[in-house]
């Protein structure tokens, strides 16, 4: 079984915990316990046919005071840009991180969510940026852990795109 | 291009000239490097020595040879199971019963070893540690006499954290190992950021591999655990272990590190996240699982000895008790053979219990009471242990009863039947039951017919049996023999009238006799009395013709001769309390008329009669009487016998001894 190593990047308190625990277990808990350092989980995942386990290190969120460490990066085959729907500065953290990732020469697949969209009457974005990045090619989902809206989705898309390069790297 | 053409063939010439030889030779080499049947054969015949020689400089052989023989191995077993199962076939066998019997002798060290702790001071108090920590002694028992033990191994890929293989021990719980492999990687990653950036950051790329190496986590230390981690370019080696590893340790990982990253270096650098490839380092991971305990005692433990010897020592004494046991059952059916009757029919053993059957006459002492007062049920008393070597509930009776035909229980039933007096001895002899003693009459009448029921007896003699009597208490007088037969008493001889009244009533009121015959008892008193009537008869008073009365009668000698005689009589006869009568009898001389001779006759008995009267006789006791009859008259009498015949006799009538009561 091919197993791959995924990362999910963004700001503090943007959800990205929840959406593992909704992706991993089923589950969603209002609580919010920051991450420290890094949270490791794995789940299985069939696309085509073919069986892939993803291994989630779910990342400490990205603020003032603490960067995401690069060694957690290392050798990972996808990353999560996760945003906070209603706090555009999360927005802008992620397009930082993905820099960052671009920079470290990873030209990996990966997909933006914006979570929260069970909030989304109370959505703070630059609405023109997202539509720029769509135009550009990103893959943007909107999602919620809450009432598990494109969670399953986002990691499907992740698991099909790693396919895809797999198929290319052969 | 002649001139060239000439130049070529020029520098072929010298060529020639100078190298010929060797062209040949190199032609020749040529041909044999492009014959691959030549090379074959060169292969072929240095192949053993060079793999010979490559096994004894290091493993690289063996291990690149590993993947090959492995599919191969697979690829025939795939082909044909048979042939790979024929070729294991001899090897199974020996294989198999090797593998149990190192774990027979695997489990007896560790029966040893807990047996050593169990027993020991040491024992005890790893016992109160288990207790105390909530652990099972075999755990406190290992985690006290192991020094460490690799449990887990974890290969890294150390770019992504992706586990590439696992190895653990059997008995290991298996955690998810993906999980921990990866939160390893952070771990280290966290660690060696966090303490080692600003020394990477003045190294140059590459020293950054040795770096890694030497400022990287390479120990984590969880209360009795440790990981022990080992760096290499693409992968890392992570082992979890269990007490105090040694330095040798690190340098098993290292080697193993070495060697994987030798083997699959590509393999590692092309890692997409499918380690199925990484199958093929079990093995290699394997040989990281090392272990070491404290040294083991191999000897026997002493608590193995003390129960091996309590054991046998068990096994004698119970052989002894049991010996023992047998010879007493022995003795004892030795003795209720040779006891009188009782008859053994059968003996048998019956789960611990022994059966004895047989026949016992109700006489014989009961086998119970055998036993009991036999001393096979008594205790033995073996230093401070008492115990029963034959108790009364192992043996169980089975006696039908049957009467015994031998002398002595014959003689024991005869008693018991006839109820003997203490007086009386009862033997059996022959068939012969002797009853000899004194025994009362009644008992001695019943004794025929009781001993008619009895068996075994042919004959009965009571020839010395006798009644008991008490003859002495009649006082018999010398002249008088007693004789008692059968509840009858003769007496015989002679006593006075006196002790002859009161015989029969004093010998009637004695036991045992039923009987007086006095037949043969004289009386010396009624004797007396006939000699007294005797003496009277023959007295006669004569008278002269015709004369009635006698002159001087008072001092005739015959008469008053006769009056003592007759008092004498009278006197005997009232002693006897015998009535008499006496007749005084008169007579006359034929000569006359009947009527005159009857009247001389009478007149002469009556005159007597008053005589005797007025000499002091009881006058009813006389009776006077003419013997006077009118018989024919005998012609030849002369004066002597006509002088005969005027008298008077005396005749005396003594009624019979019946009459006396």
């Not at chain 1, 503090?12 to 316990?33: A, D, H, I, M, W």
């Not at chain 2, 007062?373 to 169980?396: A, D, H, K, Y």
């Not at chain 2, 008493?489 to 004093?506: C, F, K, R, Y």
Request: aromatic content about 8%.
């Amino acid at each position: 079984m091919i197993r791959k190593k995924v990362c999910l990047l963004g700001s503090f308190s943007v959800g990205k915990t929840s959406l593992v625990q909704r992706f991993v277990k089923g589950v969603f808990n209002e609580k919010y316990l920051t991450t420290l350092g890094v949270k490791i989980d794995k789940k299985k995942i069939t696309i085509n046919e073919i069986e892939m386990e993803f291994v989630i290190w779910d990342l400490a969120g990205e603020d003032d005071f603490m960067t995401v460490r690069q060694s957690y990066l290392r050798g990972t085959s996808a990353y999560l840009l996760v945003v906070d729907g209603t706090r555009n500065e999360t927005l802008e953290t992620a397009l930082l991180l993905h820099q960052r990732m671009q920079k470290e020469n990873k030209f990996l697949p990966f997909v933006l969510l914006i979570n929260k969209s069970d909030l989304k009457a109370q959505w703070d974005l630059n609405v023109q940026k997202i539509k720029e990045l769509k135009e550009s090619g990103w893959n943007i989902l909107e999602t919620s852990a809450k009432d598990n809206e494109g969670v399953e989705e986002s990691f499907q898309i992740l698991a099909m795109a790693l396919l895809e390069n797999r198929v290319q790297n052969e | 291009m002649s001139n060239y053409d000439n130049k070529e063939t020029d520098i072929d010439l010298l060529r020639n000239l100078l190298l010929g030889e060797e062209k040949n030779k190199i032609e020749v080499l040529e041909q044999h490097f492009d014959d691959p049947e030549k090379r074959i054969q060169d292969v072929s015949s240095v192949l053993p020595q060079a793999v010979k020689l490559s096994i004894c400089q290091d493993d690289k052989l063996n291990n690149e040879l590993i993947p090959v023989v492995e599919d191969a191995i697979k690829a025939s077993v795939k082909r044909d199971i048979h042939v790979f199962a024929d070729a294991l076939y001899p090897v199974m066998g020996p294989a198999i019963r090797k593998s149990i019997s190192e774990t027979f002798k695997h489990m007896i060290q560790s029966m040893n070893k807990v047996l050593e702790h169990s027993f020991s001071w040491r024992g005890i108090k790893w016992r109160f540690e288990a207790w105390k920590m909530g652990k099972s002694f075999a755990e406190v028992v290992l985690l006290h006499s192991l020094i460490y033990q690799v449990e887990q191994v974890f290969l890294i890929h150390k770019e992504t954290g992706l586990l590439l293989h696992h190895t653990s021990l059997a008995e290991i719980v298996q955690q998810d190992t993906d999980l921990i492999s990866s939160m390893l990687t952070a771990i280290q990653d966290f660690v060696h950021d966090s303490f080692n950036d600003s020394l990477n950051e003045k190294d140059d790329k590459t020293k950054k591999t040795k770096n890694d190496s030497e400022h990287s986590l390479n120990q984590i230390s969880l209360g009795e655990f440790s990981i022990w981690i080992e760096q290499g370019p693409d992968a890392v080696i992570a082992v979890v272990v269990k007490g105090t590893a040694p330095k040798k340790l690190r340098q098993k990982l290292i080697l193993t590190l070495e060697n994987i990253h030798h083997q699959h270096a590509k393999a590692m650098q092309n890692f997409s996240g499918d380690d199925t490839e990484f199958s093929i380092v079990d093995e290699q991971l394997q040989g990281c699982l090392l272990s070491q305990f404290q040294p083991e005692n191999n000897k026997i433990s002493w608590a193995i000895w003390g129960i091996l010897f309590g054991g046998i020592l068990g096994v004698i004494f119970w052989l002894f008790i049991y010996f023992q046991e047998v010879q007493h059952w022995q003795k004892y059916v030795q003795i209720i053979q040779s006891e009188p009757g009782l008859v053994i029919t059968d003996i048998s053993e019956d789960t611990g219990q022994y059966v004895i059957q047989g026949l016992r006459d109700p006489l014989a002492r009961e086998p119970e009471k055998i036993l009991t007062e036999s001393s096979l049920t008594q205790p033995v008393i073996l230093g401070p242990l008492t115990f029963n070597i034959l108790t009364q509930e192992q043996i169980v009776h089975r006696f039908e009863p049957y009467q015994s035909l031998t002398e002595g229980f014959i003689e024991k039933r005869a008693v018991q039947l006839l109820k003997a007096p203490d007086t009386v001895e009862i033997s059996v002899k022959n068939g012969v039951l002797r009853v000899s003693g004194q025994s009362s009459l009644r008992w001695k009448r019943q004794l025929k017919s009781q001993t008619a029921y009895l068996p075994g007896l042919n004959q009965l003699d009571i020839g010395q049996l006798e009644v008991a009597v008490d003859l002495p208490r009649l006082n018999a007088p010398e002249e008088v023999r007693l004789h008692y037969d059968d509840g009858l008493l003769n007496v015989s001889g002679s006593a006075p009238d006196s002790w002859i009244q009161s015989i029969e009533t004093n010998a009637l009121s004695m036991t045992n006799v039923e009987k007086v015959n006095l037949d043969k008892l004289v009386n010396l008193d009624k004797v007396h009395l006939k000699q007294l009537e005797r003496d009277l008869e023959t007295e006669s008073i004569f008278y002269e013709v015709g004369k009635t009365l006698i002159a001087n009668i008072s001092s005739d000698e015959t008469i008053i001769r006769i009056i003592s005689k007759i008092k004498s009589l009278i006197k005997q006869s009232e002693q006897l309390s015998i009535p008499i009568k006496i007749i005084v009898q008169g007579f006359s001389d034929p000569v006359g008329p009947y009527n005159v001779r009857l009247n001389i006759s009478y007149l002469r008995a009556e005159n007597i009669r008053q005589f005797l009267i007025d000499n002091d006789i009881d006058g009813s006791l006389l009776d006077a009487q003419s013997m006077i009859n009118n018989n024919k008259i005998y012609a030849d009498l002369n004066e002597y016998n006509m002088s005969l015949k005027r008298r008077v006799s005396f005749s005396v009538d003594i009624q019979n001894d019946e009459k006396r009561n």
